[in-house]
């Protein structure tokens, strides 16, 4: 499987940002998919993840209320709406697929990632 995740970029406090990621190979609609970030000098954290369905999401703490996630299986894709956007939100966002559990460690498989910049 492979994964390629695109739309990060410079933006402002309070802006909004949207990420994508495009999935080939793989059974893409039988994976939990998420999204995960790393900031300089700190660990890979888990930002969001959503069923196979689309019908469960789920959030850090530190996202909740600003972030969206959402995925189309017609298309492989999964999608990261960030809204809000604060300085500490500045990280390279990867792309997560098949994930068992809300870590890092339980990721079958990465995307490339994504720079986000917010800017105070």
């Known amino acids: 499987v492979q994964l390629q995740a695109s739309g990060g970029g410079l933006v402002q406090t309070g802006g909004s940002l949207r990420l994508s990621c495009a999935a080939s190979?793989?059974?893409?609609?039988?994976?939990?998919m998420g999204w995960f970030r790393q900031a300089p000098g700190k660990e890979r954290e888990f930002v969001a993840a959503?069923?196979?369905?689309?019908?469960?999401?789920y959030y850090a703490d530190s996202v909740k209320g600003r972030f969206t996630i959402s995925r189309d299986n017609a298309k492989n894709s999964v999608f990261l709406q960030m809204n809000s956007l604060k300085p500490e939100d500045t990280a390279v966002y990867y792309c997560?697929?098949?994930?068992?559990?809300?870590?890092?460690?339980?990721?079958?498989?990465w995307g490339q990632g994504t720079q986000v910049t917010v800017s105070s």
């Open positions: 190979g793989g059974t893409f609609s039988s994976y939990v």
């Open positions: 959503i069923s196979w369905s689309g019908g469960t999401p």
């Open positions: 997560a697929g098949d994930l068992l559990e809300l870590r890092a460690v339980s990721v079958k498989y």
